[in-house]
């Protein structure tokens, strides 16, 4: 399995639709996945509008790539990228895509690359359609980067989990973002997915079946920096760490004790004495 120090990826912006403020934490996380060894920004740096990003291009060695708009109303970046990440994806000297958007229209062009066998990373926001998420390999929302969990074993609790993307209202978006999966469920099916007969399953294995089957999924959507804090704030779960790698399972169940159980329990012991009594 390629690690990150031998995959070369493009990282390919959007910037006509992606905001400036998120450049240090976008290449920071584009580290994660690879060797970003093309990075490039799309727009018309004719116009006012990207001015913020005119600083951060130098500062992280990223190049403009100048799409003047020929007619009012249609997005002519759109296509230079497109037509520059086919080229890329032909000469054979990338391994992986970043695609830096929330627009849909790029929807088909990471399908195109998955049918290459090209890894796909989204990166946008949570007003992101889903065609787009879910054409990726793995989506990263923009507004959990640079933030820590705020429920993290070394922090103190109590956050709710949207409070790490809180930042989505802070943008003025209109768009109502999805809804975030519920906690307990997929990670109950992970884990059943591939526990062993006792009911363990290693921690990065129910980690690979979640960035699978959910392109969005990351523990900081839920307040936490890493999957194994996430799920040992979970009363539901057992985690155990000794020599080896993070173990997980569902916490056993004790059957809730009643009066009505108590009574039974009594009635059956008695029987049991005066029968043994009269033997």
């Given at each position: 399995m390629p690690t990150p120090e031998n995959v070369r990826l493009a990282v390919l912006i959007d910037a006509d639709n992606t905001s400036p403020k998120h450049a240090a934490a976008l290449m920071e996380e584009v580290a994660k996945y690879g060797v970003p060894t093309v990075k490039r920004a799309y727009g018309d740096w004719t116009t006012s509008h990207l001015g913020g990003w005119r600083s951060k291009l130098p500062e992280h060695a990223i190049q403009p790539m100048l799409q003047v708009a020929y007619t009012v109303g249609k997005n002519s970046t759109d296509s230079a990228l497109i037509i520059d990440a086919m080229d890329l994806l032909y000469s054979g000297n990338v391994d992986a895509f970043a695609i830096v958007s929330s627009d849909s229209d790029f929807t088909r062009l990471a399908m195109?690359?998955?049918?290459?066998?090209?890894?796909?990373?989204?990166?946008?926001?949570?007003?992101?359609?889903?065609s787009l998420v879910n054409a990726c390999?793995?989506?990263?929302?923009?507004?959990?980067?640079?933030?820590?969990?705020?429920?993290d074993e070394e922090t103190a609790p109590s956050a709710g989990p949207m409070d790490a993307v809180a930042?989505?209202?802070?943008?003025?978006s209109e768009d109502e973002s999805a809804p975030l999966p519920d906690l307990r469920e997929i990670l109950?099916?992970?884990?059943?997915?591939?526990?062993?007969?006792?009911?363990?399953?290693?921690?990065?294995?129910?980690?690979?079946?979640?960035?699978?089957?959910?392109?969005t999924f990351d523990p900081r959507l839920y307040g936490f920096s890493k999957l194994i804090s996430l799920?040992?704030?979970?009363?539901?779960?057992?985690?155990?760490?000794?020599?080896?790698?993070?173990?997980?399972?569902?916490?056993?169940?004790t059957p809730k004790v009643t009066s009505r159980t108590r009574t039974r329990t009594t009635k059956k012991t008695a029987a049991k004495k005066t029968a043994k009594a009269a033997s």
């Open positions: 195109r690359l998955r049918e290459s066998a090209k890894t796909v990373y989204g990166f946008g926001m949570r007003k992101t359609p889903k390999n793995r989506f990263i929302f923009l507004e959990v980067l640079g933030t820590k969990g705020a429920t930042a989505v209202d802070a943008e003025g109950v099916a992970a884990i059943d997915d591939v526990s062993t007969d006792d009911g363990w399953a290693h921690l990065g294995q129910v980690g690979q079946v979640l960035t699978t089957r959910y392109a799920a040992r704030a979970q009363d539901y779960l057992d985690v155990e760490q000794n020599e080896g790698a993070p173990r997980v399972r569902q916490r056993p169940t």
